[in-house]
Protein backbone atom coordinates (compact mmCIF):
# COMPACT_ATOMS: atom_id res chain seq x y z
CA UNK A 1 0.00 0.00 0.00
CA UNK A 2 1.70 3.28 -1.31
CA UNK A 3 -0.91 5.56 -0.05
CA UNK A 4 0.79 9.16 -0.64
CA UNK A 5 4.60 9.48 -2.05
CA UNK A 6 6.62 12.22 -1.86
CA UNK A 7 9.33 12.50 -4.52
CA UNK A 8 11.97 13.94 -3.35
CA UNK A 9 12.16 13.47 0.38
CA UNK A 10 15.66 16.06 0.87
CA UNK A 11 16.89 18.37 -1.37
CA UNK A 12 19.48 21.06 -0.82
CA UNK A 13 19.00 24.19 -3.53
CA UNK A 14 20.44 27.66 -3.99
CA UNK A 15 18.70 31.29 -3.63
CA UNK A 16 17.30 31.26 -6.76
CA UNK A 17 17.32 28.15 -8.24
CA UNK A 18 14.15 26.28 -9.38
CA UNK A 19 12.67 23.00 -8.56
CA UNK A 20 9.23 20.86 -8.44
CA UNK A 21 7.79 18.82 -5.89
CA UNK A 22 6.30 15.86 -6.84
CA UNK A 23 2.86 14.13 -5.01
CA UNK A 24 1.51 10.96 -6.18
CA UNK A 25 -1.72 8.97 -4.18
CA UNK A 26 -2.90 5.77 -5.35
CA UNK A 27 -6.19 6.01 -3.50
CA UNK A 28 -8.07 7.54 -6.16
CA UNK A 29 -8.48 10.66 -4.14
CA UNK A 30 -10.48 13.32 -5.90
CA UNK A 31 -8.70 16.60 -3.06
CA UNK A 32 -4.71 17.14 -2.91
CA UNK A 33 -2.86 19.52 -0.53
CA UNK A 34 0.24 20.79 0.24
CA UNK A 35 1.35 22.50 3.19
CA UNK A 36 4.62 23.28 4.56
CA UNK A 37 5.37 22.62 8.30
CA UNK A 38 7.51 25.13 10.14
CA UNK A 39 9.01 24.71 14.16
CA UNK A 40 6.04 26.13 16.38
CA UNK A 41 3.97 27.17 13.23
CA UNK A 42 1.93 23.84 13.02
CA UNK A 43 0.79 22.67 9.36
CA UNK A 44 0.14 25.98 7.01
CA UNK A 45 -1.53 25.06 3.75
CA UNK A 46 0.20 26.65 0.52
CA UNK A 47 -2.24 25.44 -2.10
CA UNK A 48 -4.83 22.57 -2.89
CA UNK A 49 -7.10 20.92 -5.56
CA UNK A 50 -10.39 19.57 -5.72
CA UNK A 51 -10.12 17.61 -8.94
CA UNK A 52 -8.18 17.34 -12.14
CA UNK A 53 -7.40 20.84 -13.77
CA UNK A 54 -8.12 22.74 -10.07
CA UNK A 55 -5.96 24.64 -7.92
CA UNK A 56 -6.74 27.16 -5.21
CA UNK A 57 -4.86 29.11 -3.20
CA UNK A 58 -4.28 28.44 0.62
CA UNK A 59 -2.75 30.03 3.75
CA UNK A 60 0.67 30.93 2.09
CA UNK A 61 0.41 30.44 -1.67
CA UNK A 62 3.26 33.51 -2.65
CA UNK A 63 5.97 32.29 -3.97
CA UNK A 64 4.59 28.70 -5.13
CA UNK A 65 2.72 27.84 -8.15
CA UNK A 66 1.31 24.23 -8.96
CA UNK A 67 -0.80 21.72 -10.99
CA UNK A 68 -3.06 19.11 -11.05
CA UNK A 69 -2.94 17.80 -14.80
CA UNK A 70 -3.60 14.17 -13.63
CA UNK A 71 -6.13 13.17 -10.67
CA UNK A 72 -2.98 10.96 -8.91
CA UNK A 73 -0.60 13.57 -9.29
CA UNK A 74 -0.02 16.82 -7.31
CA UNK A 75 3.02 19.17 -8.52
CA UNK A 76 4.32 22.07 -5.90
CA UNK A 77 6.73 24.42 -7.70
CA UNK A 78 9.10 27.17 -6.34
CA UNK A 79 10.04 29.14 -9.58
CA UNK A 80 13.10 30.54 -7.70
CA UNK A 81 13.65 29.61 -4.26
CA UNK A 82 14.18 31.84 -1.24
CA UNK A 83 15.78 30.77 2.15
CA UNK A 84 12.51 31.54 3.41
CA UNK A 85 11.40 28.46 2.25
CA UNK A 86 13.24 26.18 4.04
CA UNK A 87 10.59 24.29 5.26
CA UNK A 88 9.61 20.51 5.30
CA UNK A 89 6.85 20.33 2.71
CA UNK A 90 4.14 17.75 3.05
CA UNK A 91 1.50 16.43 0.78
CA UNK A 92 -1.84 15.34 1.51
CA UNK A 93 -5.23 13.20 0.03
CA UNK A 94 -8.49 13.01 0.77
CA UNK A 95 -12.27 12.59 -0.28
CA UNK A 96 -14.58 14.74 -1.43
CA UNK A 97 -16.31 13.80 1.93
CA UNK A 98 -15.40 16.65 4.52
CA UNK A 99 -16.29 13.72 7.73
CA UNK A 100 -13.27 11.78 5.64
CA UNK A 101 -9.40 12.02 7.16
CA UNK A 102 -6.81 13.17 5.02
CA UNK A 103 -3.81 11.22 4.12
CA UNK A 104 -0.15 12.42 4.32
CA UNK A 105 3.17 11.43 2.61
CA UNK A 106 6.43 11.40 4.60
CA UNK A 107 7.39 14.90 3.39
CA UNK A 108 10.00 16.77 1.62
CA UNK A 109 12.98 18.36 3.59
CA UNK A 110 14.06 21.47 1.53
CA UNK A 111 16.89 23.52 2.76
CA UNK A 112 17.59 26.72 0.99
CA UNK A 113 21.06 28.42 0.84
CA UNK B 1 -14.66 30.44 9.85
CA UNK B 2 -13.41 27.61 11.92
CA UNK B 3 -10.00 27.23 14.27
CA UNK B 4 -8.43 25.33 16.62
CA UNK B 5 -6.58 26.08 19.61
CA UNK B 6 -4.13 23.62 21.12
CA UNK B 7 -3.15 24.60 24.44
CA UNK B 8 0.70 24.30 25.61
CA UNK B 9 3.18 23.64 22.82
CA UNK B 10 5.32 20.89 24.71
CA UNK B 11 3.56 18.58 27.78
CA UNK B 12 5.62 16.38 29.30
CA UNK B 13 4.82 13.19 31.42
CA UNK B 14 6.23 10.73 33.19
CA UNK B 15 5.65 7.41 31.65
CA UNK B 16 2.74 5.47 32.89
CA UNK B 17 0.96 8.98 33.94
CA UNK B 18 -1.89 10.12 32.48
CA UNK B 19 -1.82 11.83 29.35
CA UNK B 20 -4.37 14.88 28.71
CA UNK B 21 -3.54 17.24 25.42
CA UNK B 22 -5.83 19.47 25.25
CA UNK B 23 -7.98 21.00 21.59
CA UNK B 24 -10.42 23.87 21.52
CA UNK B 25 -12.22 24.32 18.18
CA UNK B 26 -14.94 27.30 16.80
CA UNK B 27 -16.81 26.64 14.14
CA UNK B 28 -20.56 28.38 13.77
CA UNK B 29 -21.84 24.42 12.59
CA UNK B 30 -21.32 21.47 13.70
CA UNK B 31 -17.57 20.02 13.43
CA UNK B 32 -16.00 17.39 12.23
CA UNK B 33 -12.69 16.35 14.52
CA UNK B 34 -9.55 15.08 13.76
CA UNK B 35 -6.41 14.20 16.08
CA UNK B 36 -3.35 13.47 14.37
CA UNK B 37 0.32 11.82 15.42
CA UNK B 38 3.82 12.59 13.75
CA UNK B 39 6.46 10.47 14.53
CA UNK B 40 10.02 12.26 14.41
CA UNK B 41 10.65 12.37 10.24
CA UNK B 42 7.39 11.45 9.30
CA UNK B 43 4.05 12.29 7.69
CA UNK B 44 0.74 12.67 9.96
CA UNK B 45 -1.33 9.25 11.00
CA UNK B 46 -4.74 9.48 11.93
CA UNK B 47 -5.55 8.54 15.72
CA UNK B 48 -9.11 9.30 15.75
CA UNK B 49 -12.04 11.34 14.50
CA UNK B 50 -15.20 12.28 15.37
CA UNK B 51 -18.05 12.69 12.67
CA UNK B 52 -21.43 12.32 14.55
CA UNK B 53 -22.88 9.40 17.34
CA UNK B 54 -20.71 8.55 20.07
CA UNK B 55 -19.21 11.80 21.66
CA UNK B 56 -16.43 9.64 23.14
CA UNK B 57 -14.27 8.27 20.19
CA UNK B 58 -11.06 5.78 20.61
CA UNK B 59 -8.28 5.61 18.32
CA UNK B 60 -5.66 3.56 18.17
CA UNK B 61 -2.50 3.00 20.32
CA UNK B 62 -5.06 3.40 23.52
CA UNK B 63 -5.63 7.07 22.77
CA UNK B 64 -9.17 8.69 22.75
CA UNK B 65 -11.15 11.81 23.07
CA UNK B 66 -14.27 13.38 24.15
CA UNK B 67 -16.22 15.65 21.87
CA UNK B 68 -17.82 18.22 24.11
CA UNK B 69 -19.78 20.65 22.58
CA UNK B 70 -20.94 23.11 25.41
CA UNK B 71 -16.86 23.61 25.96
CA UNK B 72 -15.96 23.21 22.19
CA UNK B 73 -13.81 21.17 23.08
CA UNK B 74 -11.95 17.88 21.75
CA UNK B 75 -9.10 16.82 24.08
CA UNK B 76 -7.00 13.87 23.83
CA UNK B 77 -6.56 10.97 26.50
CA UNK B 78 -4.33 8.18 27.37
CA UNK B 79 -4.49 6.60 30.70
CA UNK B 80 -0.98 5.40 31.11
CA UNK B 81 1.74 6.92 28.79
CA UNK B 82 4.71 4.80 26.88
CA UNK B 83 8.08 5.89 25.90
CA UNK B 84 6.56 5.00 22.26
CA UNK B 85 4.05 8.19 22.73
CA UNK B 86 6.47 10.74 22.49
CA UNK B 87 5.62 12.67 19.29
CA UNK B 88 3.75 15.78 17.70
CA UNK B 89 -0.20 15.55 17.72
CA UNK B 90 -2.14 17.91 16.19
CA UNK B 91 -5.59 18.83 16.59
CA UNK B 92 -7.91 19.34 12.99
CA UNK B 93 -11.40 20.48 12.34
CA UNK B 94 -13.87 20.71 9.57
CA UNK B 95 -17.49 21.61 8.88
CA UNK B 96 -20.12 19.71 8.03
CA UNK B 97 -21.03 22.00 5.34
CA UNK B 98 -17.91 22.89 4.51
CA UNK B 99 -17.77 21.65 0.75
CA UNK B 100 -14.22 22.19 -0.84
CA UNK B 101 -13.00 24.02 2.60
CA UNK B 102 -9.74 22.06 3.78
CA UNK B 103 -9.13 20.76 7.16
CA UNK B 104 -7.91 23.39 10.12
CA UNK B 105 -5.02 22.26 11.97
CA UNK B 106 -4.19 23.81 15.31
CA UNK B 107 -0.42 24.28 15.97
CA UNK B 108 0.32 21.05 17.62
CA UNK B 109 1.06 19.97 20.99
CA UNK B 110 4.60 18.02 21.12
CA UNK B 111 5.01 15.31 23.58
CA UNK B 112 7.77 13.87 25.85
CA UNK B 113 7.37 10.70 27.74
CA UNK B 114 10.54 10.36 30.64
CA UNK B 115 11.04 7.24 31.87
Known amino acids: NAGVTQTPKFRVLKTGQSMTLLCAQD?????MYWYRQDPGMGLRLIHY???????AKGEVPDGYNVSRLKKQNFLLGLESAAPSQTSVYFC????????????FGDGTRLSIL | AQSVTQLGSHVSVSEGALVLLRCNYS??????LFWYVQYPNQGLQLLLK??????LVKGINGFEAEFKKSETSFHLTKPSAHMSDAAEYFC?????????????FGKGTRLSVIA
Open chain 1, 92 to 103: ASSTRQSNQPQH
Open chain 1, 27 to 31: MNHEY
Open chain 1, 49 to 55: SVGEGTT
Open chain 2, 27 to 32: SSVPPY
Open chain 2, 50 to 55: YTTGAT
Open chain 2, 92 to 104: AVSETNSGNTPLV
